[in-house]
């Protein structure tokens, strides 16, 4: 039996009306001080193609983006749509929407009062966070690739370990760039404090991608991130999740041991990280000489606290 047997009824019917034109003035607002703020802070920080997403389909262009006209822009783009969901939906049904390339989003947004911080994600998170990355075809892709792969952690009983390569990619994942660490998921994106945290923190560690390492490696969601996984290119995070044979994966990691967050003391993820912050400094120095002698530091103070003074 298939699990599209035997889950198939509670997919349907958990769309709403995103009703655009009943958002109000105020509602509006707070999209555009959220937006204007964001697109600020994210200079220099946020990958390249993030920025091209928010250009391709508009994103600014004032207002809480209406899912209708969003939908049809990134659908020309990449075939991904948007719809609007109450609040959130269950694993099966969200893995099988994301198989299908439909990205659901709360229709809400956060009061001027909250700016900074809400607990159920919200229309800014959803579609700011989110659907800029949709517009890149590898990224989308790989959207596609986790959801299949999700309806089938389901079947293995392996659910809450993939739901980690989501967290650590999706939501809070970094990418090096030849200019640098860049934010590409959308927990970072679409938040003031954890855009600059997540890059410049000396109390985060940044180690490098590794399926199997994210698997195995617990997160916290009422916090900023303790550490972070670096990936080489949106092709690594996409090739890396189509070419594993995710069963016998969940089997033997199931007796294997498990990590905290800013836990990287295992050999290969050590020297890899190493080299990354070295590439990382050197690039820096050359790019921007300026800014880089105050990064480098952070990341030198952070590499020697973690690994050194042990
Ligand atoms: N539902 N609306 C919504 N949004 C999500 O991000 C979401 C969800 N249901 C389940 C789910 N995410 C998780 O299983 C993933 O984080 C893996
Ligand atoms: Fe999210």
């Not at 709360?106 to 809400?118: A, M, S, V």
């Not at 690594?236 to 905290?260: H, I, K, M, V």
Request: charged share 25%.
């Amino acid at each position: 039996m298939q699990a599209s047997d035997l889950y198939q009824p509670e997919v349907r019917d958990q769309f709403i009306d995103q009703a655009h034109s009943t958002y109000t003035a105020a509602e509006h607002r707070v999209w555009d001080i959220l937006f204007a703020r964001q697109s600020h802070i994210l200079r220099d920080r946020a990958h390249p193609d993030f920025f091209r997403g928010l250009a391709k389909l508009s994103l600014g262009r004032g207002g809480v983006p209406d899912f209708a006209v969003l939908s049809e822009e990134l659908y020309a783009l990449t075939g991904w749509e948007v719809r609007a969901v109450s609040g959130l939906v269950s694993d099966y049904a969200f893995f099988s929407y994301l198989s299908q390339r439909i990205f659901v989003s709360g229709r809400f947004i956060r009061r001027p009062e909250q700016l900074d911080y809400l607990q159920e994600p919200d229309v800014f998170h959803d579609i700011f966070g989110h659907v800029p990355m949709l517009a890149n075809p590898i990224f989308a892709d790989y959207m596609q690739a986790y959801g299949e792969g999700g309806l089938r952690s389901l079947e293995f009983g392996a659910l809450h370990k993939l739901a980690r390569l989501y967290w650590y990619t999706v939501e809070f994942g970094l990418i090096q760039t030849p200019e640098g660490l860049r934010a590409y998921g959308a927990g970072i994106t679409s938040s003031a404090k954890e855009s600059i945290y997540s890059l410049e923190s000396p109390d985060a560690t940044r180690q490098a991608f590794s399926l199997e390492r994210i698997l195995q490696t617990r997160y916290q969601i009422d916090s900023l991130q303790a550490g972070y996984f670096v990936i080489d290119s949106f092709e690594q995070l996409l090739n890396t999740t189509l070419n594993t044979d995710f069963g016998p994966l969940y089997r033997s990691l199931a007796s294997a041991p498990e990590f905290e967050p800013d836990d990287v003391a295992y050999l290969s993820g050590k020297i890899l990280l190493e080299l990354y912050q070295i590439r990382c400094i050197v690039r820096l120095r050359h790019v921007r000489r300026k800014k880089a002698n105050s990064f480098s530091r952070i990341i030198n103070r952070d590499w020697h606290d973690r690994h050194l003074s042990r």
